[in-house]
């Protein structure tokens, strides 16, 4: 929901005054946050997600899905009752 760089700031904030150096320590944790927090595969392992495809592969990959779609049909189920007459 939100960036590294808010997040950092947020839950960090005052680690990053104290430090010597606040701006590299900011971006530390803003590295360590990316790698831990804002990776597809943390998604996938939770099962937010199904899949993770490479980028190299999104063409053939949506299009092997919407082929699978071109014969789908959807049937309803038959109507209980019909309209009452007013």
């Known amino acids: 929901v939100m960036g ?3 997040a950092v700031r ?3 904030g005052k680690d990053i005054k104290e430090s010597k150096d606040p701006a590299a320590r900011k971006a530390e944790l ?3 946050y990316k790698e831990k927090f804002l990776s597809p595969y943390q998604a996938a392992s939770r099962g937010v997600v199904t899949d993770v495809i490479e980028p ?3 063409r ?3 299009g092997k899905a919407l082929r ?3 014969n789908k049909r ?3 189920p038959a109507k209980k009752h ?3 007459p007013l």
Request: glycine share 8%; charged share 15%.
């Open 30 to 32: 803003e590295a360590e």
């Open 10 to 12: 947020v839950l960090f």
């Open 4 to 6: 590294a760089e808010g």
């Open 60 to 62: 053939a990959i949506v």
């Open 74 to 76: 959807v049937s309803r």
């Open 82 to 84: 019909g309209n009452m």
């Open 56 to 58: 190299s592969q999104t």
């Open 68 to 70: 699978a779609t071109l």
